[in-house]
């Protein structure tokens, strides 16, 4: 399993950013994904999930309102579309995988009672003014 993640940066409060991930290495099409993140000192924290046909979005209810997710299994592919973005969105993100996808997972997730991987190294999002 190989994610790929990309679009972070430095951005002000109200700001927006286009978090990518890129995958390969599996059967994307078939898989749920979700959005994970970590902020300097914290635990790993579930953002949002979506199913494998891309229709049945979830949200946290700290980013519900203000981040889209969507996939395009075309390209094997993952987004979060972030806006309205707030001083505490300040984390590294990261794409998931079910931990069950394959072995050897070093960043393990639960979220929605479900065990996930952090298969990649994230994209640093920093929300600053």
């Known amino acids: 399993v190989h994610l790929v993640e990309s679009g972070g940066g430095f951005v002000q409060p109200g700001g927006s950013l286009r978090l990518s991930c890129d995958a390969s290495?599996?059967?994307?099409?078939?898989?749920?994904m979700i959005w994970v993140r970590q902020a300097p000192g914290k635990e790993l924290e579930y953002v949002s999930y979506i199913n494998a046909g891309g229709n049945t979005p979830r949200y946290a209810d700290s980013v519900k309102g203000r981040f889209t997710i969507s996939r395009n299994n075309t390209k094997n592919s993952l987004y979060l579309q972030m806006n309205s973005l707030k001083t505490e969105d300040t984390a590294v993100y990261y794409c998931?995988?079910?931990?069950?996808?394959?072995?050897?997972?070093?960043?393990?997730?639960?979220?929605?009672?479900?065990?996930?991987?952090?298969w990649g190294q994230g994209t640093q999002v920093t929300v600053s003014s």
């Open positions: 998931a995988t079910l931990e069950g996808v394959s072995s050897g997972c070093l960043r393990k997730v639960q979220a929605l009672n479900i065990p996930w991987c952090a």
């Open positions: 290495g599996f059967s994307f099409n078939i898989y749920s």
